[in-house]
C-alpha cells in the first residue's frame, strides 16, 4: 500500500484475515505437524492459503510464523532453523500479495511460547525475551519486510512485556499488540482489560486489541472495556467456541453472523478486524461490506475517490439558474421550522401489489401525518423499488413522501440516472443514506457497491441543486430536492458520529432525521452539539411490541441502541396489546421530553403496526397535513 500501515488505519478501518492453521487441516494437514515449518517444507500451500484471504478481499496477511519461536520450535526439532522459517513465512506473505495484484499489508505474527511464566524465575524469563529478540531478527533479515509486527494471542502480562521489548530492541516497525482473556474476561493473572489496555499502551503498542480466546459477543465485550486509552483497536474474534462434532472439533459460528458482530466491532470503533481460530475465507469475505462502507467515509473526508469529484465548497450555479431556497423546494420544506412535523416510515412491499399499503398510507394521511418516509431495500432485503412506490403515493394518496437513498446498489453513473429521474417524477424530499452491507439482508452474497458513501452521494445531488454534474460541467437546470440525512445520537462512537454528521451538512443536508432515542438526556445532548451546524432535526421514534422485540432491536440492528431500563419495561408490560400500549407510552414519553427542542417527529413502526404511529403523536398533528397546506 502506497501509504504507512499506521496512517492507512487512522483513517479507514482495514480487513485482516483468518486462521491459517484451520486452513491447513482443511488440506489434510494433521495437528501433529509444525505447522511453522511448512513455509520451508510446502511453501505452496502456505502462499495459495493466503491468496484465498487475498481474494475474499483481506487487507492485512499475517505470516505463517504464529509458533516460529525456539520454545515452540525445538519440540519438533526445528529450534536451529529460527530465523530460515520466519525469513520464508514474511517472504511467503510478500509474494501471495504481489501475485493477487492487489494492496495488501503484510505482519509479521508473533506467539506466546507456550510456557507457564507464573513459575518462571528471572533468567529463564530472560531466555524467553531472546527467544523474541531471535524471532524478530528473522522476520526482518529477508529482502522484504513485514510491514507491521502481530503480536497476538498473549494470556499473561510479563509474556507481552518481554515480547514487546524485545520487538523494540530489533526493529521500529509498527507494533500490533492482541491478547486473549478467559472465560471471566481476565487476564491470566487476573489482569483486567481496561487496565491491560493501560499496560499496552504504556509499553510502547501502536495498535491494541483482542484475539482468540472467545466468539465475536465475547471479544466485542473485552475490547470495549479497552477503548478508554485511544489507541487504535483491533479485534480477531474465533468463529465462535469449538464444540466436538463426530470425533472432530468444529467451531460453529456461521460467516453470516461473524460478520453480524464484526460490523458492531467496527461501529465500537475497531479499526482493523479479521479472525482466528475456524475463520475461513468465508468469514473474511462477510467483513468486507461493512468495511467498504467506512473506507468511503475515509475517502470522502480527505477529498478522495468519485464522491468527491465536487468541490468541497457550495458549487457555484451557472449563469441563468436559480437555486430554489429550502422553503420553496417541497410542502416539507416549507414547514420546517414553521410548525411541528412528522412523518411515518412505509416500507416497499416484498411482492407486487401496493393496495394494502396504499390504503395504510391513506390512513395515516386522514390522521394528520404530513409526509411518508420509503426506504431504499432495508436491511438489505429484497423488495420493490422504493421509488415506483413513491410517485404511486404521491399520485394516488396526495401526500408527500421522503425517499430514502442507498449508497449500497447503484454505481455512481446508476445514481445520477435514478437521482434525476426522481425529479422528473416529481419526488423533492430525499434522505440520502449510506445502507446497510448485502450480508445482512436475504441475499448475502450479493456485491455491494458502494461508489461513493452518503456525504459524496449528498454532495453530488447539491451540485445537482446547484446546476452541476458530478464533473462540474452544467447540464442546463438545476434540481430542487430537499435533503436530509441520518444521526445515531446514541452512537457508540458518538464523536465520529458528529464529525460524519458536520460532513454531511457540508456536504449540503439541510434536515436531520435521527435513529430511534429512547433517552431524553441523549438527544439533549446531541441536540446541543448539533446546534451550530443550525439544521432542522426530526427525532426518531420508534414504538416497541414485545420485549423480545426489544431485544431484538438492541442487539441485532446497527445503530439501535434501547436502554436496559427500557427492555425492562417492556419485558414487564407481558406480550400482546399490553405489550404495545407500552411501546407506545415509552415512545410517547419521549416525545413529550423533547418536542419543544425538535422540528418534527420521524415514526418507525414495527410490523405496520402503523396505529402507535398515530398514537405516539396524537395531539402533535395538525390540521395543516390533513389540507395539504
Known amino acids: 500500500m502506497t501509504a504507512g500501515f499506521l496512517e492507512t488505519v487512522r483513517d479507514t478501518p482495514l480487513v485482516a484475515d483468518g486462521a491459517m492453521g484451520t486452513q491447513l487441516y482443511a488440506n489434510g494437514v494433521l495437528f501433529t505437524t509444525n505447522y511453522d515449518e511448512l513455509c520451508l517444507s510446502r511453501p505452496e500451500l502456505v502462499k495459495r492459503i493466503h491468496g484465498e484471504y487475498l481474494k475474499s478481499g483481506a487487507q492485512i496477511i499475517e505470516s505463517n510464523t504464529f509458533g516460529a519461536n525456539r ?52 533468567e529463564e524469563k530472560d531466555a524467553i525475551r531472546a527467544a523474541f529478540v531471535e524471532q524478530t531478527e528473522g522476520m526482518v533479515a529477508g529482502r522484504h519486510k513485514p510491514d507491521v509486527i502481530a503480536i497476538e494471542t498473549m494470556r499473561h502480562p510479563d509474556e507481552v512485556q518481554l515480547a514487546m521489548s524485545a520487538v523494540r530492541s530489533v526493529t521500529d516497525l509498527p507494533l ?107 468469514h473474511i469475505r462477510e467483513l468486507v461490506g ?14 478522495e475517490g468519485p464522491s468527491d469529484s465536487i468541490e468541497g465548497g457550495t458549487p457555484v450555479p451557472p449563469p441563468g439558474v436559480e437555486v430554489v431556497a429550502l422553503a420553496q423546494k417541497s410542502r416539507l420544506g416549507s414547514k420546517l421550522g414553521k410548525r411541528f412535523v412528522t412523518s411515518v416510515e412505509v416500507n416497499p412491499p416484498s411482492h407486487l401489489s401496493l ?70 417524477l416529481g419526488i423533492r424530499n430525499m434522505v440520502v443514506i449510506t445502507g446497510d452491507p448485502p450480508k445482512m439482508g436475504d441475499y448475502p452474497t450479493c456485491t455491494p457497491v458502494y461508489d461513493m458513501d452518503s456525504v459524496g452521494a449528498l454532495r453530488m445531488i447539491r451540485g445537482f441543486n446547484h446546476g452541476r454534474d458530478p464533473g462540474g460541467k452544467a447540464f442546463g437546470g438545476a434540481t430542487s430536492f430537499l435533503l436530509a440525512t441520518g444521526a445515531e445520537p446514541a ?24 435513529q430511534p432515542v429512547y433517552e431524553p438526556a441523549v438527544l439533549e445532548r446531541f441536540l446541543d452539539d448539533v446546534a451550530p451546524l443550525g439544521v432542522a432535526v426530526m427525532v426518531g421514534l420508534c414504538p416497541l411490541i414485545s420485549y423480545r422485540n426489544a431485544e431484538f432491536l438492541h442487539n441485532e440492528v446497527p445503530g439501535m441502541q434501547i436502554p436496559e431500563a427500557i427492555r425492562e ?32 417527529a420521524y415514526i418507525m413502526p414495527q410490523r405496520e403496526y402503523y396505529e402507535s404511529a398515530i398514537e405516539v403523536v396524537d395531539g402533535y398533528l395538525s390540521d395543516e397535513a390533513l389540507r395539504g397546506d
Open 176 to 282: 500490533m499488540v492482541m491478547v486473549s482473556y478467559d472465560a471471566f474476561g481476565t487476564m491470566a493473572d487476573g489482569t483486567s482489560p481496561e487496565r491491560m489496555a493501560e499496560l499496552l499502551a504504556q509499553w510502547g503498542a501502536d495498535v491494541i486489541g483482542v484475539n482468540c480466546g472467545d466468539g465475536p459477543a465475547g471479544v466485542y465485550e473485552n475490547i470495549d472495556k479497552m477503548r478508554h486509552v485511544g489507541l487504535p483497536l483491533v479485534a480477531m474474534p474465533n468463529a465462535g467456541l469449538p464444540r466436538r462434532l463426530d470425533g472432530r472439533m468444529v467451531y460453529m459460528a456461521t460467516p453470516e453472523y461473524f460478520g453480524v458482530y464484526a460490523k458492531r466491532l467496527i461501529k465500537l470503533g475497531v479499526r482493523v478486524v479479521g479472525g482466528c481460530c475456524g475463520t475461513t475465507p468465508d
Open 569 to 600: 419495561r417492556m419485558r414487564k408490560a407481558g406480550t400482546g396489546e399490553p405489550a404495545r400500549r407500552e411501546g407506545v407510552r415509552v415512545a410517547r414519553e419521549m416525545l413529550e421530553a423533547v418536542h419543544k427542542r425538535v422540528a418534527g
Open 71 to 122: 520454545f515452540r520450535l525445538q519440540r519438533f526439532g526445528f529450534a536451529e532453523r529460527v530465523r530460515e522459517i520466519n525469513i520464508a513465512g514474511v517472504s511467503l506473505a510478500h509474494q501471495a500479495v504481489s501475485e493477487a495484484s492487489q494492496r495488501a499489508f503484510v505482519a509479521g505474527a508473533i506467539g506466546p511460547t507456550g510456557l507457564n511464566l507464573k513459575s518462571l524465575p528471572a
Open 355 to 424: 393496495t394494502q399499503t396504499l390504503d395504510r398510507v391513506r390512513m395515516l394521511k386522514r390522521s394528520g401525518i404530513d409526509a411518508i418516509n420509503i426506504a431504499d431495500g432495508p436491511r438489505a432485503s429484497a423488495r420493490m423499488g422504493n421509488l415506483a412506490m413513491a410517485v404511486r403515493v404521491e399520485q394516488s394518496v396526495g401526500i408527500e413522501t421522503i425517499l430514502h437513498v442507498c449508497c449500497r446498489d447503484r454505481n455512481t453513473l446508476g445514481m445520477v440516472a435514478h437521482v434525476l429521474g426522481a425529479h422528473e
Open 290 to 303: 461493512s468495511v467498504k462502507m467506512r473506507a468511503a467515509a475515509a475517502q470522502t473526508s480527505e477529498g
Open 491 to 514: 452512537a457508540m462512537d458518538y464523536e465520529g458520529e458528529l464529525a460524519k454528521l458536520r460532513r454531511k451538512v457540508q456536504a449540503g443536508a439541510e434536515l436531520v432525521m435521527t
